[in-house]
């Protein structure tokens, strides 16, 4: 079934009814081509899911109401909030990773402009490509049945991110410690077991160039804990889809 | 350092000695523009990996030979075979699919016609849509440090790959088991479990539409393993991504 993430003000009458209105009035009416009695899944910002039956569809003011039905109690997320912090990588990589990291159960991506970044973004168009990411978290959150949307945040530094009031721990991905050393100082597993139990995890990831020395090492002085991804040389695009599968695997599939 | 995969045949002199010829020469002397004395890494087909150093370059006929410098003795392969059987998916997934399962491991691909594959493969045409993916498999493999390319075999039927003569255990990615139901029926940790000492596992991925209940129950009937891939609801492309990122950690990096 159909989902749409509605913002809590539109939840009005003691929450018996929800207002829906623009994009999403378009959607349901033009595209799903849906009518009185239809049913769709509606999100509000508190992650609480409900089957919507549509009530009255008014064309001229491009609004409908709909009625709850009944609560969804679905239990899609994460049980740890994972943020990534991607380095910018060339071409179209950040649709890629916004939209798989959503699938995966990511709750906030955040661009990174890094050393070894050969893409620049510039300030001006800045807004639009957020806006694009923006976009493409919202139709994977639907697609993928999660209970929010994530963030996509503006464009930070390696400094910005690195910060332990907002994050309870920090991993960064390390293809030093997969190129050559046959055994690595720490096991994934042992950061896994590190993240149990915590709340706001952040995940850096450099671009295609890999962390340049002086950003593992301010990494490693600022306590962020480096991980090896398994013994191969993983791209840019692959190595957070590859750390939120194994998160969603430890805390999700996994006594 | 840049990779070659060189047949058996053209190790020589008792290994002393390595022919190179065709686009590998093309890609050694036109694109890298290296020369003589310049380093590079060749694997042979028994997944052994060696410096070799640029000797004679012969441009009128294509060829050159370098000299074994040294063993790498490098460690890139998973301890399980995994083969990966993925339903025909619309687009340029499959592209995706082959090049991220073979940075992440995988041994073998083979593209299936399932009941929901909404695209067909035209007789003629497969020849080259093979020869891409396999060119996919090339490129990647290189660029992750593997010691061999996976293979990719010919378009296949669900009957074909069910079959315990070719794999000790087959795993089927069912979206059934992450829709609704709160209580798998089996944790995908157990899944992992059962995998450790195998020799060949295969993972079966539906197409867009998922894997249709007829296809779900004969592989039941024939033993084949279901598994949840967390609690959300991954794209085709996704699964097998999931599934191999489980599989390093669970293998590579985990006590």
Chains 1, 2 share one sequence.
């Not at 009695?37 to 569809?57: T, V």
């Not at 798989?100 to 661009?111: A, H, Q």
């Not at 301010?218 to 013994?231: F, I, N, T, W």
């Amino acid at each position: 079934m159909q989902r749409y993430f509605i913002p809590n003000d539109n939840w009005i009458y003691d929450n018996q009814s929800v207002l829906i209105e623009g994009d999403d009035f378009h959607h349901i009416v033009n595209v799903m081509r849906m009518v009185s009695g239809d049913a769709i899944i509606g999100c509000n910002e508190n992650e609480q899911s409900y089957q919507l039956i549509l009530d009255q569809i008014d064309e001229s003011q491009k609004q409908l109401y709909a009625t709850i039905d009944y609560e969804l109690n679905e239990d899609t997320e994460l049980p740890v909030h994972i943020s990534v912090a991607q380095g910018l990588p060339k071409g179209d990589k950040l649709d890629t990773i916004v939209q798989k990291g959503t699938e995966l159960g990511m709750r906030s991506f955040i661009p990174l402009q890094m050393d070894r970044s050969i893409v620049k973004w510039d300030r001006k168009k800045q807004p639009k490509k957020i806006d694009r990411l923006k976009k493409i978290a919202k139709e994977a959150s639907e697609q993928s049945h999660r209970l929010m949307i994530p963030h996509i945040h503006s464009l930070q530094s390696l400094d910005d991110v690195i910060d332990f009031n907002h994050f309870d721990k920090i991993i960064v991905a390390s293809e030093y410690e997969a190129k050559g050393s046959h055994q690595p100082a720490r096991l994934l597993d042992d950061l896994m077991q590190l993240i149990k139990g915590q709340h706001r995890v952040l995940i850096i990831i450099g671009p295609e160039g890999g962390i340049s020395p002086h950003e593992l090492a301010k990494c490693e002085d600022a306590g962020v804990l480096p991980a090896r991804l398994g013994k191969r040389i993983l791209r840019t695009e692959t190595a957070s889809l590859y750390l939120l599968s194994v998160i969603s695997y430890s805390l999700e599939e996994t006594n």
